[in-house]
């Protein structure tokens, strides 16, 4: 029989510590982890990072049918245990290891007398906890409603936060789409403007004090539930917060909340390489990817930032130019369901691409697919259509919500596509919560402020923007950036663009850039060779010394026994030293790809077609540097990098 501690306690000196902490550890013992009731009977927890109190007493709770779970209870002993196991993953590197160590702890409401489990994990690089709540067994109950959470993290004094912004009221939290940028955590409520308001997507990432390291405020395996933001209210502290607000939402079933994660690292290589988010999701069913040979990494072609959609016999010539390029496929976008006779043009399209070696992406919108009745029928029947004209893969768009719904939807979404063999890369959506480990058939998901901003009114992107993304939105998985306009660069060089292909993480990579000036235009050629080899899986990386957020990003990724390196620089004009010591044993030919300073500015409106492009002052762009030497992990290089500039290395290993 499990003992149920008392909430009240004589010997109390402080009102949030009455009740004896149950403390919890990393395998390491690096990370600390406690739950706590209060002389009142609440919850709250706390983390300890490195002996440093980095999340602070914090609420815990869950309100159900009106009644707040987190408020008068009692809990009980732990049921503690220890997982050790690997798995295969992608992006970053090949191997995951998920170590932790959980503790399932039975609660009890007082007031209702409703139990329920409050489980933690917590690993080297970071805690978690979810609420387990279990179905009521009245005939009449058919649902349980979730009114919110009062789950919060007040975070340690002196820590600096990043959290991205759009001005634009109310898109920020559709799309996910906000310009990276920081504040003190004691200004985090009041940083934004009154007509966004304080509350934030996630993840919120934090530079703690002195050397302590970084963390990160974020979720994981959100299924069947609402996704949660954060919001700030003050005094360290942000709040779970919900896109149906009062209103709440409705589960089936046992409740299984995603977990509320506190990601934790030594430094920025940590926090890049931390599987903690993937690691939290379950693994793929056995049955529905029996067989994943279709799921293949790969880089597509893309006209719509360039050219639009424009005619099938574009999409055609796009399919050719993926072929010649030597890409996997290419990406059919927005319109072509008013072509004359659409799916019969798609199919034509499809085979085209088949006899190609080119698998074809076909763009429709949420509305069009997202009818749950009857099973999600339309959407089914509709999967039938794409998978009968040989699309592999759908780019679903515009579900511009968190709520539940549109979560539900999304799984509908991998589960069906993923019984068709068809890939996934969502758009218009929330960013990743590691998803892709259960449904490997996600390819991509954008989340994202990537380069379309370029034409925008309110583009286009600065340099710190994408100097911060590798250790800001890309620390919970995959992003489609759109990486590469060499045509609309706005105030970032060349080389800058191209290292983008090697500091963000996305297995399919769909290229903004018309592909004529990427292989053909006389200033850019040059670079193509470089360009054309880079992968979008990795089996190792490694965050540089003198990487900043914001202000420079360098990163080293391994492919087999070739390395490349890609830094972006977000601030002015410098001197970057690459270090090659990353390097194993042996000798390598490097290719060193940097900003041309002593060059002229091209001209950007003679480089290639870009119909769409707003370039505003930015007309010009600081062109490539392509240099050769042979080089090995004894060596040191200094690069000089312009405003907004970059760098990119490919490192082919030389045979002995």
Known sequence: MKRFALPLIVACFALVDCHADENMTSPDGKVAASVFVTQSGDLRYRVQFKNQQVVEPSVLGITVDGVD???????????????????VTRGNHTQARNHYTVSKFPVHHNASGR??????????DGVAYRYVVPAETRPSKTAQHVDGETSSWKMMDGAKVWYFERLAKGWKLKSYAGEWMSTDINHLETATPANVGPIQGTPLVFQLPGDLGYAAVTKAALYNYSGMRLKAVGNRTVVANFTEGDAGFDVHGTIVSPWRVTMLADDLNELVNSDLITNLNPAPDPELFADTGYIQPGRSVWSWETL?????????????????????????????????APWDTVRSLCDHGRNQGIGVWLWVHSHDIHDPSND??????????VTAVGAVGLKIDFMDSEAKEKIDFELAVLRNAAQRKLLINFHGCHASTGEERTYPNELTREGIRGIEVNKHKEG?????????????????????YTPILYTSPGPTTWAHQLATLVAFT?????????????????????????????????????VLPHSRIGDVAAIARRSGDDWFVGVLNGAG?????????????GTYEAVIVSDDLDAEPVELSRVGVNIKAKRKQWTTAVPFQVDRSSVDRSQKVKVPLAKGGGLVVQLIKQSN
């Open 376 to 385: 999600y029928q339309q959407l089914r029947d509709y999967f039938d259509r």
């Open 573 to 585: 004009a410098r001197d970057y030293e690459l270090d090659f010591g990353f390097l194993p044993a």
């Open 308 to 340: 639009g959609l424009d005619t099938p016999e574009t999409q055609r010539t796009f399919i050719d130019l993926a072929a010649e390029m030597g890409f996997e496929y290419s990406m059919v976008d927005d319109g072509w369901k008013d072509w004359d």
């Open 460 to 480: 286009p992107l600065p340099a710190s923007h994408n100097a911060a993304l590798p250790f800001t939105r890309f620390v919970v998985g995959h992003g489609d």
């Open 115 to 124: 139990k329920y489990s409050l489980e933690f994990r917590v690993y080297d």
């Open 69 to 87: 779970l987190g408020n008068g209870v009692m809990l009980g002993d732990p049921d503690t245990s220890v997982v050790d196991e690997t798995y």
């Open 506 to 542: 996305s297995p399919l990579q769909v290229y903004a850039e018309h592909p004529d000036a990427m292989m053909k235009a006389p200033v850019l050629k040059q670079a193509f060779p470089v360009m054309q080899s880079i992968p979008t899986v990795w089996d190792e990386t490694i």
